[in-house]
């Protein structure tokens, strides 16, 4: 997520999570949705005549958003399927662009898309600018490479004093490592060094290869990572929580339309099945909400 995010094979894009490309599940989930008059009844007179929304999607690695198959650059994972499932309640065609994480809010707020999706946690600095319809409740971690026993767990950021860390650009994670360098100092301990990377295939390999220590990126993204035995990740645990959600402009008239579907989404079933297929029914919502406070 961008410095004032949240919380991504291997692509510019830096979606908040870490990861190398691996096939996709096979089970369409969203196949038997249909349109829902109801929830369609919310969206704004001219976007239901139009029947199209544009969307961004920041694809940076599995589960989030990641391409498979790199020949037909066919995003999969769960912020695809979550958004395809509301397009398809709410009657609409996507027409999703690839877009570098960094560059979707601020083209949310000039009117270049409609809705952007890229892991983005609800954050007090973006809640200034933008609008959240939150759908999963994913956060921050920390891994190292399976042979390094120097750390077992991290909940505090002293415990990283001495060392390298690296993070993607422009997320949530740099932003708590830089705002916080001064737990080591306090401590009386050597200052951690923070590396950052616009690509998230380049940030695994400088782990695999000893160039940085510790990686800080999002929960599910590195317990995905660590489940993949070629990667030689282990993960470190939770850090911090954060809600999830698709990003709009302040005060987007789409907001009760995309609450709607995603509340409904959980109510039959769908959004269970979604998480399932990805692995990510820890970071389950109970309901979607808009714009809540940053968890703290």
Sequence with gaps: MPVL???GADTSSGAETAGAASPAPSDDVTASLAKNAGLAKLLPENVRAQGTLRIASSVGAAPSAYFPDATSRRPAGLDIDIADAVGKLLGLR???????FEAILPALSSGKYDVGTGNFGVT??????????????????????????????????????????????GTTFEATLNSRKSVCADAGEKPYTVKVFSENGALLTSLQQGRIDVVMSTINGLRYQAAQPAAGVRFLGEFHRLDVG???????????????????????????????????????????????????
């Excluded at 996507?94 to 570098?100: K, N, V």
């Excluded at 600095?125 to 026993?149: P, S």
């Excluded at 004093?161 to 993607?168: A, E, I, L, Y």
């Design 94 to 100: 996507l027409e999703r662009q690839d877009a570098s």
């Design 124 to 169: 007090e600095e973006r809640l200034k600018t933008i609008d959240f319809v939150t759908y999963i409740n994913d956060g921050q971690g920390f891994a190292v490479r399976k042979d390094d026993t120097g750390l077992n767990k991290v909940t505090r950021l002293d415990q990283l004093c001495g060392k390298t860390v690296g993070t993607s650009a």
């Design 246 to 296: 698709f990003a709009f402009e302040k005060g987007s008239p789409l907001l009760k339309a995309f609450q709607g579907a995603v509340n409904e989404l959980i109510d039959n079933g769908t959004y269970d099945r979604i998480l399932k297929k990805w692995g990510t029914q820890d970071s389950a919502i109970e309901e979607s909400r808009i714009s809540p406070p940053e968890t703290k």
């Design 5 to 7: 995010a949240g919380c």
